[in-house]
């Protein structure tokens, strides 16, 4: 079955600390896994994307990893600030179709 | 406009009654996306629309549910007879190149 699963379900840490935030995926084949960021009342935004062949990608302050042996991905957020508060969302393509598979996402709060 | 616009932004409706929900896309973006995201669930897929090919209606719960796209460019959401389980927060896409979507801020829909 196709899933996509992401934990912790929530997280608080204090401001200019360090997390990862962690995807598990079943979905096959793969081809790409994208994280995006939803800030409370807004639409999900996209924060990176990771391809079958990529291992690491930077966006700032924010590092995505991929293992497509395990089938496992990482968002880690260096030097938090108080905008990180968000949900951040774990979405891998189905392939071959418009369809996406959707984490329940982690909610993360950064706290001054 | 710059992105994908919703409106309204909120809904409070009394059980029973219809609403509307409308979706501005992106210019020039030809695939559409309604979804559902309740609190504590992954994005719900309601309905694909995709230039002028028949939108692919597989994910709408139930005969209530209803959509059109007008002109390949506006998209509405209509609910019937609202029921308390509709509350939830409709989010709407627009496709890009390489998978990537995307969304409106959302309507938050409150059935009381």
């Known amino acids: 079955k196709n899933q996509v699963e992401q934990s912790p379900q929530s997280l608080i840490i204090l401001e200019g600390k360090n997390c990862t935030l962690q995807?598990?995926?079943?979905?096959?084949?793969?081809?790409?896994l994208r994280w995006y960021k939803q800030d409370t009342g807004r639409g999900p935004v996209s924060l990176t994307i990771?391809?079958?062949?990529?291992n690491t990608k930077s966006n700032g302050r924010y590092t995505a990893t991929l293992d497509a042996d395990t089938k496992q991905s990482s968002l880690h957020i260096t030097a938090s600030q108080l905008s990180d508060s968000a949900s951040y969302i774990c979405?891998?393509?189905?392939?071959?179709?418009?369809?996406?598979?959707f984490g329940t996402g982690t909610r993360l709060k950064v706290l001054a | 406009g710059a992105g994908v616009s919703q409106s309204p932004s909120n809904k409070v409706t009394e059980k029973g009654k219809d609403v509307e929900l409308r979706c501005d896309p992106i210019?020039?973006?030809?695939?559409l996306y309604w979804y559902r995201q309740s609190l504590g669930q992954g994005l719900e897929f309601l309905i694909y629309?995709?230039?002028?090919?028949?939108?692919?209606k597989s994910g709408l719960p139930s005969d209530r549910f209803s959509a059109e796209r007008t002109g390949g460019s506006v998209s509405t959401l209509t609910i019937q007879r609202t029921q308390q389980e509709d509350s939830a927060v409709y989010l709407c896409?627009?496709?890009?190149?390489?998978?990537?979507?995307?969304f409106g801020p959302g309507t938050r829909l409150t059935v009381l």
């Open positions: 995807c598990n995926y079943t979905v096959s084949p793969f081809s790409n």
């Open positions: 979405v891998v393509p189905l392939s071959g179709t418009y369809k996406y598979i």
């Open positions: 896409a627009s496709g890009g190149g390489y998978n990537e979507q995307f």
């Open positions: 990771m391809t079958f062949s990529e």
């Open positions: 210019s020039g973006h030809t695939a």
């Open positions: 629309f995709q230039g002028n090919s028949a939108p692919d």
